[in-house]
């Protein structure tokens, strides 16, 4: 199996393939052929359905740069690399049908992204980024049973998430969690705390990490010009990539977020749904003045 699998990826390097099937291997680990010396460069669809994966590799995008297509349904992966967002070129991203707990803020980043098959899993939150893409259409999401919140930016888009939304002991997770009237939700493990319309002052940290974004990224244009010794490496690494944007403004959030929640069921789209989920739409804001001005229809 080894040998004919080498063959397999040999062969498309060798004739520059731009589709690769390796479904139904019984594949535990990423082949490493696959990352060997400059990658597959001319590869666009990879097929690795049906396998035993519960990862990929950090360096992903640097072997398999021109990746439009990626199809990884049925396996067993927990972990999605923060290198994945560098697959710049990457339409569809097929994760349905795994073990996923978390889905990285990165996902929510590309550029490209079409379709977002992440249906039966075991999602709790999205990033709160994702759908800020005009070019994301297609998101699938169906059969997350502890899935509440769905990111305001998803609001009409063709969305999937029947047998979502069933009740769950808020005791039983550590991440936090917003209420509104009877709906709960969970937000990001990133969210540090959560504003309401009566905080009209932002935490100290959030303001200066605010005022430090706005000012490199005003002024220098890099952020690479912060070096670990003007500040903590847990503090540059969250500059470079802010939990989300606010859903109003589009302003950087970092440790704080004031949320709001809009049941799908009292939307235009739950006619779409056929009252088979009950999650509700969060809107992410900045401010308690984005808070009271978001309006999801509008």
């Known amino acids: 199996m080894a040998s ?36 597959l460069q001319y590869l666009e669809r990879l097929y690795m359905k049906r396998n035993s994966l519960t ?14 297509e990626l199809y990884l349904h049925s396996n067993n992966i927990v972990v999605v690399p923060e290198a994945i967002g560098s697959l710049v070129k990457l339409q569809c991203l097929d994760l349905s ?15 490209a992204l079409r379709h977002l098959r992440l249906a039966n899993n075991q999602l709790q939150f999205l990033p709160p980024d994702l759908g800020r893409s005009r070019e994301l259409q297609y998101v ?21 998430c029947s047998g979502c939304g069933a009740p769950i002991q808020v005791s039983e997770v550590k991440l936090l969690s917003f209420s509104s009237g009877q709906l709960t939700v969970f937000l990001p493990a ?4 959560i504003g309401t319309e009566n905080d009209h002052v932002l935490p100290l940290q959030e303001l200066a990490m605010r005022r430090l974004h706005h000012t490199y990224h005003s002024f220098l244009k890099d952020l690479n010009f912060l070096s670990p010794v003007s500040l903590p490496r847990s503090l540059l690494e969250l500059l470079h990539c802010p939990l989300g944007h606010c859903h109003r403004c589009s302003e950087p959030m970092f440790t704080i977020v004031y949320p709001k929640l809009f049941p799908l069921r009292e939307t235009p789209m739950a006619g779409l749904h056929q009252g088979r989920t009950a999650v509700s739409f969060v809107a992410y ?14």
């Open 97 to 111: 049908d795994n073990a996923l707990e978390i889905v990285c803020p990165e996902i929510g980043r590309l550029r």
């Open 190 to 193: 990133e969210v540090k705390a």
């Open 55 to 68: 990862t990929l590799p950090e360096n992903l995008a640097q072997k398999l740069p021109n990746l439009v």
């Open 140 to 160: 699938y999401v169906d059969n997350n049973i502890h899935l509440k919140g769905l990111p305001s930016y998803l609001y009409n888009k063709v969305i999937g």
């Open 285 to 298: 804001c900045c401010s308690t003045q984005c808070l009271q001005t978001f309006d999801l229809l509008s």
């Open 4 to 39: 004919e699998l080498c063959k397999t990826i040999s062969v498309a390097r060798l004739e520059k393939h731009k589709n690769l099937f390796l479904n139904y291997r019984n594949l535990h680990h990423f082949p490493l052929e696959l990352l060997k010396d400059e990658g």
